[in-house]
């Protein structure tokens, strides 16, 4: 996030973390269940391993919960070196590494420099900005203003390593084509 709104970002972000239950998800006050397997969950634990050795700092969850299933606190680690390892692979799992931009070019490029292009989500109130995210975004799908994708009538896909071509909508025809979804909310 943008270093003028980083430290109120944080703050909210943690205090919203924080009411999140994780458990079983058949259980009404559920908000969050468990990883795929437990795989996961090791890999969870070396992600954050790593962070926390390159100085990140481990400010909510950076554990696993209980010893049944494959539970995982959802984790927010802040001062993120962009070399480690939760800031060059998909973590598939619930942590939010949070960084400082200076400034709009300064972002895009963290985003482009990974070799995945799946997803993009960015919020901003400039239109300015919102239209230079969304050609600059390497990603096949981008979402300005809100975190909503992957409809039935909708393109999903990636682009690099995150996949070629779209399913879903009439783009799942066009398999040999780059496509980029833009949504964007004011």
């Not at 494959?70 to 001062?79: D, G, H, K, Q, S």
């Not at 230079?132 to 390497?138: C, D, E, I, K, V």
């Amino acid at each position: 996030m943008h270093e003028k709104a980083y430290e109120r970002f944080i703050a909210r972000l943690l205090e919203n973390v924080g009411k999140i239950t994780v458990g079983p998800g058949l259980e009404p006050e559920t908000r969050m269940g468990p990883l795929a397997h437990a795989r996961r969950l090791t890999a969870m634990e070396s992600l954050v391993a790593d962070a926390d050795a390159r100085g990140a700092r481990v400010e909510a969850g950076g554990r696993r919960i209980g010893d049944r299933g494959f539970f995982y606190a959802p984790t927010i680690l802040t001062e993120v070196p962009e070399d480690s390892l939760v800031m060059t692979n998909e973590p598939f799992g619930p942590i939010a590494p949070c960084v400082r931009f200076t400034d709009l070019d300064d972002a895009i490029r963290r985003a482009n420099s990974l070799p995945y292009g799946l997803a993009s989500y960015a919020f901003t109130h400039s239109t300015k900005k919102a239209l230079a995210l969304q050609n600059g975004l390497q990603a096949g799908m981008v979402n300005i203003n809100h975190v909503g994708h992957g409809l039935p009538e909708t393109p999903f896909g990636g682009v690099k390593e995150s996949g070629i071509g779209s399913e879903g909508g009439i783009e799942t025809f066009d398999g040999y084509l780059v496509t980029k979804f833009v949504t964007q909310l004011d």
